[in-house]
C-alpha cells in the first residue's frame, strides 16, 4: 500500500524566512502527489500536485513543490513566509494503479509563522 | 462559483443516537467522497460515489456507517448507534470525475462530537 510521511509535525519559522515542509512517499511505481493546506475550521484546499509531467510544480500562495524520484521526495517550499501562510499542511497520494481516486494523507504539518 | 458544502456544521449527540450528515458536491461534479479527520488516525478514506453508486465503501469502519447519493448530487453519510470513537470532523470531497488527475475540492466539513 502506498504511504506517505510527514517529517515534523510542527514547524515553526520567522515572517519572511524560508518555508520547508517535508513528504517522503513510498511506492514502487511514482505516484501522483499532492499538497493541500487546511486553515482553521475550514476544508482542504489545494496548493498543488504533481502528475507526471515537470518534477518542479509551481501552485498558489508562491508555494512550490520539487518531485524527486531518487530521494521518493516531495518537499514544499516557499521563498518567504507570510503570517497568512499559519495553517496545516498536507501531502497526499494517489495509487497508479486502481483505486486511483483514493487519496491517502500524510499527518500533516503544522505551520506556524511569528512575527 | 459555489463549493462543496456541508451541513451542519458541528453536530453534538448522545452516545447510541443515530446521526445524518449531509453533503452538497459542486454542480456537474460526478464523483463524490467522504473523508474522516480524527487526532489519532488523521486523514481517512471511507466511501466513494460515481453517480449514485457506491463501487468503494471499503474505509467505512463498521456496518454502522452507511452512505447514499440520490440524483447524482447530494449525498448523506448516517452514523447509527454512535460511539464516542466516531467523534472527529468528516469531510466531504467532489470531483468533476473520478481518477487522479482530477482535483477533489473539499468542503468545510462537519464536527461530530459524541458525549
Known amino acids: 500500500a502506498q504511504s506517505v510521511t510527514q517529517l515534523g509535525s510542527h514547524v515553526s519559522v520567522s515572517e519572511g524566512a524560508l518555508v520547508l515542509l517535508r513528504c517522503n512517499y513510498s511506492?514502487?511505481?511514482?505516484?501522483?502527489l499532492f499538497w493541500y493546506v487546511q486553515y482553521p475550521n475550514q476544508g482542504l484546499q489545494l496548493l498543488l500536485k504533481y502528475t507526471s509531467a515537470a518534477t518542479l510544480v509551481k501552485g498558489i500562495n508562491g508555494f512550490e513543490a520539487e518531485f524527486k524520484k531518487s530521494e521518493t521526495s516531495f518537499h514544499l517550499t516557499k521563498p518567504s513566509a507570510h503570517m497568512s501562510d499559519a495553517a496545516e499542511y498536507f501531502c497526499?497520494?494517489?495509487?497508479?494503479?486502481?483505486?486511483?481516486?483514493?487519496?491517502?494523507f500524510g499527518k500533516g504539518t503544522l505551520l506556524t509563522v511569528n512575527p | 462559483g459555489a463549493g462543496v458544502s456541508q451541513s451542519p456544521s458541528n453536530k453534538v449527540t448522545e452516545k447510541g443516537k443515530d446521526v445524518e450528515l449531509r453533503c452538497d458536491p459542486i454542480?456537474?461534479?460526478?464523483?463524490l467522497y467522504w473523508y474522516r479527520q480524527s487526532l489519532g488516525q488523521g486523514l481517512e478514506f471511507l466511501i466513494y460515489f460515481q453517480g449514485n453508486s457506491a463501487p468503494d465503501k471499503s474505509g467505512l469502519p463498521s456496518d454502522r456507517f452507511s452512505a447514499e447519493r440520490t440524483g447524482g448530487s447530494v449525498s448523506t453519510l448516517t452514523i447509527q448507534r454512535t460511539q464516542q470513537e466516531d467523534s472527529a470532523v468528516y469531510l466531504c470531497?467532489?470531483?468533476?470525475?473520478?481518477?487522479?488527475?482530477?482535483?477533489?475540492?473539499f468542503g468545510p466539513g462537519t464536527r461530530l462530537t459524541v458525549l
Open positions: 470531497a467532489s470531483s468533476l470525475n473520478p481518477g487522479r488527475t482530477d482535483t477533489q475540492y
Open positions: 511506492s514502487s511505481v511514482p505516484p501522483y
Open positions: 497526499a497520494v494517489t495509487p497508479s494503479g486502481g483505486s486511483n481516486y483514493k487519496l491517502t
Open positions: 454542480s456537474g461534479h460526478t464523483a
